[in-house]
């Protein structure tokens, strides 16, 4: 399909499309949007990035404006299941975009939000519910939704979904559609455990593989710096200095997060964080204000690595390595989204050089390494990760028995020594 005026859409579909500047569809939407419009079960793979919002919220709405409107028979017609709030919050404006001028309505059901808010929008004629699996189970515990006449299952994003430990919940949920739904499968990844969930759950799916889903979108250049510690900071303002445009930086942890993010505002960059301790309140400020531009960085945690779908992030930095190599991948794929190119970045210590061969053997591919500025200043009083040296006396090393000793510590931050009885 060359073009979105080959698929047998509505008229709205069609106006919705072209209002919003979709002409040609991805390589993603153009196998997968054809085999769901004809009903057939679906599983598709494909890089983070490609377009699969829209290939199943396009079917979604053209099945659905397509079922006899019939007051015996209210209630959901379809389901989307997303691992994090902030994915399922940008799927719903997707559908409501695509959905102008049909008629029919989508809800959303995610923790963070006002469930009250939420459960009077599903009873006020919504045929769509878009949802993560931990609120939707809660309200289904609750007998608050009414799964019985859902006829389309979307599982977007499945490999996150079962890697956040969701299979149990996610199985509750299918269990409770009607077993000759159709079931719409898209992921990054098929692991293990999303082969069992397709092989007990998918009827005789058209399966799409769209590119090596092992690897970033090829327009993206992977670059690395091999940096200590205390220049990181410094290479990284550096960076924000010489390149134009906006910067996805990745922290470990969530105090690492808002601390580097202070840094950054400090030094006079407007800069957001978002992590899994913020308000979805302020998750959602900090992504509206990246997205439009009122932030030139937002600094995340790996909560963000999938959750994100901004278009025209310029460049994402790893100032902290991710803790597997497959999050790696993700997180590059934040840019270079819909056929535009990027860059990314991964800052590392000497240390972890085995750490970034790990990388580069999931990705089959070299990073290319730069050369860190001499310029590049250390930043006073960055953090030492060396750990308190532990001396226990000789007769203990002996196992002298029951026998209380003083044992030193000496504390690497210069606090003289402490002795304690053991």
């Known amino acids: 399909m060359k073009s979105f ?48 919002t829209l290939a199943f919220v396009l079917p979604i709405l053209q099945t659905i404006s397509q079922m006899p409107k019939h007051p015996a028979v209210p ?59 931990g609120r939707l189970s809660d309200f289904m515990g609750r007998n608050l939704v009414d799964l019985r006449n859902v006829r389309i299952l979307v599982l977007d994003e499945a490999d996150r979904m079962l890697d956040m430990g969701f299979l149990p919940t996610v199985k509750k949920i299918i269990a409770a559609t ?114 439009d531009g009122d932030y030139r960085v937002l600094v995340a945690t790996d909560v963000a690595s999938r959750g994100i779908h901004v278009e025209g992030i310029a460049h994402v930095v790893n100032f902290d390595l991710p803790q597997v190599p497959e999050d790696f991948i993700h997180r590059a794929g934040r840019t270079g989204r819909a056929g535009a190119g990027g860059t990314a970045s991964t800052f590392a210590t000497r240390s972890e050089r085995s750490q970034i061969s790990q990388i580069e053997r999931t990705l089959d591919a070299k990073l290319v390494r730069c050369q860190v500025p001499a310029d590049v200043p250390v930043e006073k009083h960055a953090e030492k990760h060396s750990a308190p040296v532990i001396v226990i006396p000789s007769s203990i090393s002996r196992g002298a028995p029951h026998a209380k000793r003083q044992v030193r510590s000496f504390s690497p931050r210069g606090k003289g020594v402490r002795r304690r009885a053991v």
Do not use: C, W
Not at 98 to 126: C, F, Y
């Open 178 to 291: 009607p077993s000759d739904r159709q079931t719409l499968l898209f992921s990054a990844t098929i692991q293990s455990s999303v082969k069992h969930l397709v092989q007990n759950h998918v009827r005789n799916a058209v399966r799409i593989d769209v590119g090596d889903t092992s690897k970033p979108i090829e327009k993206i250049e992977l670059h690395l710096y091999e940096v200590e510690q205390d220049r990181k900071l410094g290479l990284l303002e550096a960076m924000l200095d010489r390149e134009p445009g906006s910067f996805l930086v990745f922290a470990r942890t969530k105090h690492g997060a808002d601390k580097l993010a202070k840094k950054l505002a400090r030094a006079g960059l407007k800069t957001a964080a978002i992590h899994g301790n913020r308000s979805q309140s302020q998750r959602n400020q900090a992504l509206r204000g990246f997205q």
């Open 5 to 52: 005026s080959e698929f047998p859409l509505s008229a709205p579909l069609r106006s919705n499309l072209a209002k919003h500047g979709f002409v040609e569809p991805t390589p993603v939407q153009a196998l997968a949007i054809e085999p769901a419009l004809a009903g057939r079960d679906l599983v598709a793979t494909a890089q983070t990035g490609t377009g699969k």
């Open 75 to 133: 209630g959901l017609r379809a389901i989307v299941l997303s691992p994090t709030r902030e994915l399922a919050m940008q799927i719903n404006d997707t559908f409501v975009k695509m959905a102008d001028g049909t008629g029919i309505r989508a809800s959303i059901a995610v923790g963070g939000l006002s469930e009250n808010a939420q459960l009077r929008s599903i009873r006020n004629g919504s045929e769509v519910l878009i949802a993560t699996p």
